[in-house]
């Protein structure tokens, strides 16, 4: 396939090598685009994880060290990783967030709630128009009665 690309043409007609460079150019930038929408969807995931751990989280840095999250400073992106036990004695070490390896943290689904359109609005003030005229009908009977 190359070798049509590299072949020249003495009469000049050459369009099927330029559709072919064509398509590899419309293949190699579509491969780029992909490739990077897929980092940037997989880098928020990373991101929306680390996020969501919070004090009681067990957590792995890429040390290799294992704990549990004590305590978080938002300001300096850095947590306080609880190791040992009682029996040994416990240590407390200072971490950057990025040290997070693995946890076992999960990320809450974002809430959807429902859209209200005008005729769902207008739809249920017709409703609260309607309730009192029909408890004012049940009162009336419950008079007469």
Request: hydrophobic residues 35%.
């Amino acid at each position: 396939m190359l070798h049509i690309l590299l072949e020249e043409t003495p009469s000049g007609n050459n369009w099927a090598q330029y559709v072919l460079l064509a398509v590899l150019i419309v293949v190699f930038v579509v491969g780029f685009w992909w490739s990077g929408r897929a980092n940037k969807k997989k880098r928020a995931e990373e991101e929306a994880k680390l996020n969501a751990v919070g004090p009681g989280n067990k957590v792995k840095t890429i040390g290799g060290i294992c704990g549990i999250v004590v305590a978080i400073d938002p300001e300096e992106k850095t947590f306080v990783l609880e190791t040992g036990d009682e029996e040994h004695g416990k240590c407390y070490i200072k971490f950057d967030r990025q040290a997070i390896y693995q946890t076992d943290a999960q990320v809450e689904p974002a809430k959807k709630e429902p859209a209200v359109t005008e005729a769902s609005e207008t739809e249920e003030k017709a409703e609260v128009k309607e309730a009192p005229a029909e408890e004012k009908k049940e009162t009336a009977e419950k008079e007469e009665k």
